[in-house]
Each structure stands twice: as C-alpha cells, then as structure tokens.
C-alpha cells in the first residue's frame, strides 16, 4: 500500500511541487492549504507522515499547534517542518513540540525525499525484528543504522535524523576530520557553517545530558570536527 | 571662543553703565558748580554793596576824597607787606627777607633801586638797596643834608625826609623846611651800611607820620655831577601807599563763612585784608582711593587749567581784570597744592560815588560741591559695582548653564554616533521650553530616525531573506521537478542555468540573514578557556590549505611555552574562529596573489592582541572608522563574491561581545592594512 504524505502548505506551488516530486516517488499525497482543513483529514485518517509549514495562511503559528495535535494523536507519526523561518528559536521550538526534523526552505526537492525515505525506514526498522540490523560501535556509542538510532552506554538518545546522519559521519571514521560540507551533505542539508556548528552543539548537549563527561566530538578549528574515541 | 567667553565680551557692555553714571555726575557737577559761582557772586556783591556803604574803613587817609582814580592806580605807589617781626633800623635785611624786593628803574633806565616795603604793627619800616660805585658820605662841615649821597623820602605831611650818613651806621634823619633851615626828626631811626656795589638803607617811622603818602628820590653825588632818580622826581606829591590794614580785616571779617575766604584789594591789585580759608568745612567722607578716582574721571571736565597764583598783588587775575572794568565774574583755578582741587574766585568791584574804591575777591574751594557729588559718586560706584557684579555672576552663571545644557547633547549625540551598536541613550531633557530644549527633542528625534532607519537597514536583510525564500523554494522544487522530466539536451542545458542562478540567489539570501545569525548564536554563545596562540596555530594550517593563492605567517608565538596560561582566554570558540574567518577572508580577498597575510599574535597582563596583517590596496582614510559598521562595504563593484558589508560587522559583534575592540588602519610604510582584534582578559559580558 502506497504511503500517505499530508502537505500542509498554505503557498500553493511549493505543495504541488512537492506532490508531483513524492507521487513520483510513489507516495500518495494530500494538500491542505490551512490548519483547519488538515484537521478535518486528520480527524478522519491520518497520513503515515505530516510535512508542515509554521506559517499557514492567517495563522502565523499554526504549524506548531498542527504538530502539537498531531502529536497528541499519534506518538509515532513522522512529522517533518519545512519552513522558511531559519531562527534558532524556530528550530528549537519545532523539535521541542515532537517534530522529527525541521527543514528550511532552501533545500532541495532530492533532501527532502532523501529524508522522507529515512523516515519511512525508520519507522519500519522499528517494527522489524533486530537481527538483520547494522550495527556501528565506537565506544560507549552504538549506531544502529536502520532504525536510526543511536545509543550511548546503552542509553538511547533523542535525536533527529539530520543528527543521526551527522552523528553517524562522524563516528564512521574515528579521528579524521570532517569539513562541514562534508557533515552537510551526509546529512542531506544545504546549510551554512552557523547552522552545523549549531547542530554540533545540540548533539553535544544532548550526549552531555546523558554523560556528563561526553567529549567525543572534538573541533578541528578551521577545519571541522572530528570523533575522538 | 566658547559661549562662556563670548558671554564675558557682550558682559564688557555692562561698562557702560559706570561711564554713563560718570556722565551724568559730570553733569551735575558742572551744574553744581555753575550753582556755586552764582551763589558766590551773589554773596560777594552783598558783601561788596556793604563794604561799599563805608569807604572809610577800606581808605583811612581819606583817599577818595582827594585823589583821582588815576593816581590811585599809579605803578608807583608803594604796597607794605604785613611783616609779623618787629624791625629794628640797623641796615642789614634779615627780618627782611619774606618781603619781596620792588623794582625802580628811572626812566632812562640807567638808574635803579631796590627796595622793600612793609608794616609791622604801627610802624611802617623801609629798606632800600642803591646801587653807587663811589659812595660820597655827607660831610657836616658843609651841610647837614645837603651834601654827599643821599635819599630823600616824601609824605603825605608834605615834609621831606632826608637820609644822608656821616659814616655808615645810625643815621639822622633831618628834613628842610621851605626857609631852608634843617631840622631834626627823631620818630624815624635810620641806619646805613655800606654794600657791594652801593649802600643800603633802613628806614623804620610810625605809620602815621607818613600820613598815607610815599615817595623817594635817590641823590647820587660823584666827582663830576650829582644825579637825582626817583619816583618823587616827576611828582608834584607824593602817591597813596597801599597797605594791610587791621580796620579793613576786622571789617570784612564781619562777613566771613566757613569755606569762604574774602578778600579785598586795592583797585591796583594790591591786598588790603584777607579774612577767612577757602578750605571746605565739611570735607568728603568718602573713601580716599574713590574720591581720587572720582576726582581722576571728572578731572577732564571743563575746568581752566591756569594755577592758581598766590600773592599780595591780584591785578594778574582773570577775573580781578573784569572788576576793574566794573563787572563781577567768577573764575575757576587749580589748587598748586593739590592738583585734584579747585578754587573758585569771583572779584567783585566796590564803588563809591562811581569811583572804583576796592574790588572784593571771594574764593571757595570746589570741594564745597566735590563733597557732595563725592557721596554721590561713592553711592554710584557701590551700586554700579554691585549691579555689574551681580549680572556679570548671572551671565556667567547663565552661560554656562547653557554651555553645560549644549554640551550635555553634544556628549549624547555623540556617544551615540560613537556607539553605533543600536542602544540609543535617552537624549536629556529638561522643562525649560527654550530652543535649545526643542534643538534637544529634535535631536533626540534625528537620533531616533537615524536609528529607526538603521534598524530598518538590518532587519531590511533579514526580512528579505525570509520573504524570498518562499518564492526561491518555488524555483527550486520546481527545477527539480523539472530535472525528473525527459529533457532534451537545450532544456537541460537551460535548466542547469536556472538551477545555478537559484542557488546563486540562496547563498546571497543567506549571506544577508548571517548578521542576524551570529547575533543568535551571540545570544546562545558559552564562554570556555581557549588557548588562543594553540588556536591560532591550528588555524592558520587550516586556512593555508584553504587560501592556497596566499603565503601565510604566523608570528609572537613560541611552541615551546604554547601551553602557559598567559596565551589562555575565556572566549566562545566557534565565534572567534568565526571572527577570524571573516578576518582572513576579507585580507585574502585585498591580498594580491602570491601575498603575504601576517598572523600576529601578543599576549600583555592585560590583554591578548591578534593583528591580521595583508599586502594590499590600503583603505581610504574617511571609511576606517565605520568601516565595521553594518552594510558598509568599500570593496570596488563587480567582483564575483557577493559582499554586502556584513562580515567586518560580523567580526565586530564578536569582537564587542567579547569586551575588546576591533580598528584597521594602514601600514605606515602603505603597503598594507593592518586589522588589529584586542581581547582583554577581564572580560565585562555584554550581549
């Protein structure tokens, strides 16, 4: 059975972009201009995977309050924001409310669909059993691949599949530095060096929440950064 | 010249107040005294109507009624000084010599004869001083009288007297009666003494026996001739001898005033009686140094400079001149004692019958108005003073409450031009609703605009970003959507191109919001220890990989003590790494190919240096200062990479965030630019 794909998008070439890009792909794909209407679908099925814009129509926020809805309903959904806000409160916001990951508008059609496959496996890794996965250990780290999950000292952390990709790049290859071209294009972003070295430091936090010592993830200055293990 | 000193100037004004004080007393001091001449010549002319009801007091010998004017003015008369000391008739003049010496000369003038004159209580005493180059000494045997040198005496008792010595010494005076007899007069002592050059005589006889008459004549007696010279020579008698007379003082001493001195002289000039002192009797009671400089500014008034002079005989007065000719008037001197003083002297005529008698001489002194117009002045001066004083300390007081007010706004305006980093400082203000506190509000609203409009500018760019983004979203998804259709070679040709321009377009966008994002990261940014020369050593490898076209130098730092605290700084890495990435990419950019960027770093106590030094164009002088200000590029158009003048501001927000300060000037050699980042080490947070 093909999978759902609700646009919610209140500029209307971007939507049917984006549906003509997934139906290619395969997806079957809905369009709703506003929160409103969205709701009313939701209320009666809802899709195996949510793009949202924050700002729909009048609603500067309603995005977010779709999220938090959506959220209530399903603990699973995949929920993808893509907007043109690029604010670190924005960002923050958004993956406070539940969302899977938060794109900006300037990402290409091909990351987009990069990361909506990501998605979908992820969420069919988790209902898989684990024999078959890959597994990456460095450490205190494991990195399972298909579900896109990572684990320190048997913990499981929190993250987002932009910080997996990372994550997962930089554990890789132990020690070798990786540019942030090359941490964005392994996740699949195009994003300037702020937008990386921010994402560094939410996953350093993240590990640190866990592990007050984490110092894994070393800064090369001038170059990038690198997994000390 | 500042306010304060321009307000000092225009205060200078204020002197005119004084001067037009001094105008004014002027003025009253030359009505003042136009008021004392008059009051003066009113009184004299009473006293001198008075004085002319007894004629007899002023003529004794009963002149008047025998004489004509003519003979009482005649230049020969005899005039006897008042003489306190008793005369004794010896023949030798010292208790002669405050009586001056009177000239005779005879007509031809090759004869003439001193003598003096004077009256000493009754006695009329004479000294005569005859020039002879052979003195012939009476001899007895012929004459008694009538032989040798001799001086023969007129009186108004018609006698003639006789002085002629045997030898020097006491003399005989003998007189000759009309039968040819001599006779002896023994209430005459006389005395000769021989004196280089001639011989002198002494005469001392009661005053009444000359009974209002003098006149001599010399006989000179030589070898070959005997020659007579002497006023009685051409006389029929003897003139009017004109003389101090107690009667005359007693009667003008009735009308005597404090300040007021009368005198009365003979219609020749000479003193009759003095009474009185000019001097005020109710002096000044102002301070010495007003009164001199009240006196030094009236000074120029139009006061006759002529001295006054002091004497027995008057006839050379201004206005004695004028009572001869019958008319009183007024005339002002100058004190010879005291320069800053006056006498004022009116002469009044006194007549009898209309013949001239005597003439009144009334003399003040100008103190008797100066002391008035004094007080005056003092109370001018006090007041004047006071009043300058006190405006001059409001002036002041006021100017610089103004300067003070300007330049408080002065301060405001340009701390605010100075900071430049968006907090505007409230502009003072104050409740005075003058100019200046609406120059203040409109300053404080040309600040705000100024401000306003740069806010604008900033969020300009980000709003920009925010807005284009959308439609570039549209332009991107569908070029990908584009991508998946069967193409052919053009199209794809042309969709490639729509795809670079957009991508173009993305990076532009981002690099107008990048402020916006290191102010974000600003806000969110830790401080850790970073040992910055280990930074800056790892960098520069870095970035010598990256800006291959350029040399790099790293200098001030030693490997072997990398790890010493001093090079240790709390900092937020990323954001320094940043700084010196824009840093970099700005010199790399100026820099030729092939050219050299220095990397400098200093450690102090107080603060850690990092100069990037570039070959290169240098930077035009008027931009260096808001050459980190935002939106402010001084790259030449048309160069590839799209600058919007962010990234020096960028370096800027990390650098203040940091505490330290940022500057560019050039090489002084011009060879370069020389960017200097300085980081103290105590740093005060400020976001």
């Given at each position: ?70 959220r ?40 987009v ?67 942030r ?16 070295t921010?994402h ?30 | ?66 004489t ?10 005899f ?69 040798g ?14 002085f ?27 005395a ?37 010279y ?10 009017w ?10 009667a ?60 027995a ?16 008037t ?42 008035l ?98 439609p570039l ?89 990398i ?70 590029s ?10 919007l ?43």
């Open positions: 059975m093909a999978k759902r794909i609700a646009i919610v998008e209140d500029e209307i070439s971007i939507a049917e972009n984006y549906r003509d890009a997934f139906m290619q792909q395969g997806y079957e794909v809905s369009i709703y201009p506003d929160r409103p209407s969205a709701m009313q679908a939701f209320d009666q099925l809802l899709p195996d995977l949510a793009l949202i814009d924050i700002g729909l129509g009048e609603e500067v926020e309603g995005g977010f309050e779709l999220c938090r809805d959506l209530n309903r399903s603990k699973t959904l995949p929920i993808v924001f893509l907007s043109a806000r690029e604010s670190e409160f924005d960002k923050v916001s958004g993956l406070r409310l539940g969302a899977d990951d938060y794109l900006t508008k300037d990402i290409s059609l091909p990351h669909m990069a990361r909506i496959v990501a998605l979908f496996r992820r969420i069919e890794a988790l209902t898989q059993p684990e024999a078959q996965e890959e597994i990456i250990e460095r450490g205190k780290l494991a990195l399972n691949k298909a579900r896109m999950t990572v684990n320190w000292d048997n913990q499981p952390l929190d993250i987002t599949v932009t910080e997996f990709w990372i994550i997962r790049d930089l554990a890789r290859y132990p020690g070798q530095v990786k540019s071209q090359q941490l964005m294009d392994a996740a699949n972003v195009i994003l300037d060096d702020n937008t990386i921010s560094i430091k939410r996953i350093r936090k993240k590990f640190q929440a866990l592990d007050d010592d984490f110092d894994a993830i070393k800064t090369a200055y001038g170059m990038g950064y690198r997994w000390h293990a | 010249m500042n306010l304060n000193k321009q307000l000092v100037c225009v205060s200078l004004l204020l002197l005119s107040l004084p001067w037009a004080g001094c105008q004014y007393l002027k003025e009253m001091d030359h009505s003042l005294r136009l008021g004392q001449e008059a009051n003066l010549e009113a009184t004299t002319k009473v006293i001198a109507q008075a004085l002319a009801q007894n004629p007899a007091v002023l003529q004794p010998h009963g002149q008047l009624a025998q004509t004017s003519k003979t009482a003015t005649d230049s020969n008369a005039y006897c000084f008042p003489l306190e000391a008793p005369v004794w008739a010896d023949g030798y003049d010292e208790e002669w010599l405050e009586v001056p010496w009177t000239d005779y000369r005879s007509e031809g003038g090759q004869h003439s004869v001193r003598y003096r004159c004077a009256v000493s209580g009754n006695s009329l005493a004479l000294f005569f001083s005859v020039p002879d180059k052979q003195v012939i000494y009476n001899n007895p045997i012929q004459s008694l009288a009538s032989n040198d001799r001086l023969e005496l007129a009186t108004g008792s018609g006698r003639n007297y006789i002629t010595a045997v030898a020097p010494g006491t003399l005989t005076t003998r007189y000759l009666k009309n039968s040819g007899q001599t006779y002896r007069e023994s209430r005459i002592d006389a000769w003494a021989d004196h280089e050059g001639g011989y002198q005589l002494e005469i001392k006889m009661p005053l009444a026996l000359a009974q209002g008459r003098l006149s001599f004549q010399v006989i000179d007696e030589s070898v070959q001739a005997v020659n007579k002497g006023p009685l020579l051409n006389q029929d008698e003897a003139p001898f004109t003389y101090q007379s107690a009667a005359a003082k007693q003008i001493s009735a009308f005597s005033q404090p300040g007021l001195r009368l005198l009365l002289t003979s219609p020749a000039g000479w003193l009759i009686a003095n009474s009185g002192d000019p001097e005020s009797q109710n002096p000044s009671q102002a301070h010495w140094l007003l009164s001199k400089l009240y006196r030094a500014l009236l000074s120029s008034s139009d006061y006759n400079n002529s001295s006054y002079q002091n004497g005989n008057y006839a050379d007065h201004q206005e004695f001149s004028a009572a001869q000719q019958g008319t009183g007024s005339h002002w001197y100058r004190d010879p004692q005291r320069s800053d003083h006056h006498i004022l002297s009116t002469a009044m005529p006194i007549e009898h019958d209309g013949e001239l008698v005597a003439i009144l001489i009334a003399e003040q002194s100008s103190e008797q108005t100066a002391g117009t004094d007080q005056a002045f003092s109370r001018l001066f006090l007041l004047s003073f006071s009043v300058i004083s006190l405006t001059a300390l409001a002036l002041l007081g006021y100017a610089n409450w103004l300067s003070w007010r300007i330049r408080r706004l002065h301060r405001a305006t340009q701390k605010t031009l100075v900071d430049g980093n968006g907090i505007i400082e409230q502009h003072p203000t104050s409740r005075a609703n003058d100019e200046i506190d609406q120059l203040t509000h409109s300053y404080s609203d040309l600040m705000k605009r100024i401000q306003e409009y740069t806010d604008y500018l900033q969020t300009l760019a980000r709003k920009l970003s925010h807005e284009l983004r959308t979203a549209i332009i991107h998804s569908s070029l990908d959507n584009l991508s998946s259709q069967p193409l052919n070679e053009q199209s794809q040709t042309y969709q490639q191109r729509a795809k670079d321009g957009a991508l173009r377009l993305g990076s532009l966008i981002t690099a107008m919001s990048e402020a916006r994002r290191v102010e974000e990261s600003i806000e969110q940014a830790e401080l850790e220890d970073i040992n910055i020369a280990a930074l800056l050593r790892e960098i520069t490898a870095a970035y010598r990989d990256s800006y291959q076209e350029n040399r790099f130098k790293l200098t001030g730092i030693d490997t072997s003590t790890e010493r605290p001093e090079n240790t700084l709390m900092a937020a890495p990323e954001l320094l790494v940043q700084m010196l990435d824009k840093l970099i990419d700005n010199a790399s950019s100026f820099t030729p190919a092939d050219g050299e960027i220095e990397i400098a770093y200093q450690s102090t106590a107080y603060d850690i240096c990092i100069d990037i030094n570039n070959d290169g164009p240098l930077l035009p002088e008027a931009m260096q200062s808001q050459l980190f200000d935002n939106l402010v001084i790259r030449k158009k048309g160069s590839d990479k799209a600058h003048g962010m990234g020096l501001h960028i370096v800027d927000l990390i650098v203040k965030f940091h505490g330290g300060n940022v500057t560019a000037h050039n090489r002084s050699d011009g060879s370069g630019v020389i960017f200097s980042v300085m980081l103290p080490r105590s740093i005060s947070y400020s976001d």
